[in-house]
């Protein structure tokens, strides 16, 4: 089994901490690190796929709308100054999002002036424990993603 599909297990068990809400494709999951306050993940409920064009057209606009909605409740709960989307896939085949609440200077000294995308931060500090936050953060977290989805659903 994959990463995406264990903490899919644990959030149908009720054992996943980061666990949001879950939507009509995905689940919405607050990111273990937080280097980049606001990281959100939106992850695809079957593993069968691993490419956005493999699924059905309707499948599709589904997924890609409610990924859109996450970010803009991320956006509004986080207060970024712009939304960064990753697809990527090679290290978990899985289908899911990665969205970036980011900030000028969330990258300084690692870019231009503090701006440029999120793997020009190094990794090992992108996802060091430091960056975890505490049960209170992250309940605090999720709490305010929850509010501004069900705002928009």
Same mark, same amino acid.
């Given at each position: 089994?994959?990463?995406?599909?264990?903490?899919?297990?644990?959030?149908?068990?009720?054992?996943?901490?980061?666990?949001?809400?879950?939507?009509?494709?995905?689940?919405?999951?607050?990111?273990?690190?937080?280097?980049?306050?606001?990281?959100?993940?939106?992850?695809?409920?079957?593993?069968? +796929?691993?490419?956005?064009?493999?699924?059905?057209?309707?499948?599709?606009?589904?997924?890609?709308?409610?990924?859109?909605?996450?970010?803009?409740?991320?956006?509004?709960?986080?207060?970024?100054?712009?939304?960064?989307?990753?697809?990527?896939?090679?290290?978990?085949?899985?289908?899911?999002?990665?969205?970036?609440?980011?900030?000028?200077?969330?990258?300084?000294?690692?870019?231009?002036?503090?701006?440029?995308?999120?793997?020009?931060?190094?990794?090992?500090?992108?996802?060091?424990?430091?960056?975890?936050?505490?049960?209170?953060?992250?309940?605090?977290?999720?709490?305010?993603?929850?509010?501004?989805?069900? +705002?928009?659903?």
């Amino acid at each position: 089994m994959c990463l995406i599909c264990d903490r899919i297990e644990m959030i149908k068990k009720g054992s996943n901490p980061y666990f949001v809400k879950e939507l009509k494709t995905g689940y919405v999951v607050i990111g273990d690190n937080q280097h980049f306050y606001g990281y959100t993940l939106f992850l695809y409920k079957n593993h069968e +796929k691993t490419e956005l064009f493999q699924l059905d057209m309707d499948e599709r606009k589904a997924f890609l709308e409610e990924m859109s909605i996450v970010a803009e409740a991320a956006a509004n709960a986080f207060g970024p100054e712009k939304m960064n989307y990753e697809l990527l896939g090679m290290g978990d085949s899985h289908l899911h999002w990665h969205l970036y609440p980011r900030r000028k200077g969330d990258i300084d000294n690692y870019g231009n002036n503090g701006v440029g995308p999120v793997w020009w931060y190094p990794m090992e500090k992108m996802y060091s424990d430091n960056n975890r936050p505490s049960k209170d953060e992250l309940d605090k977290m999720k709490e305010r993603l929850l509010v501004e989805l069900e +705002k928009l659903i």
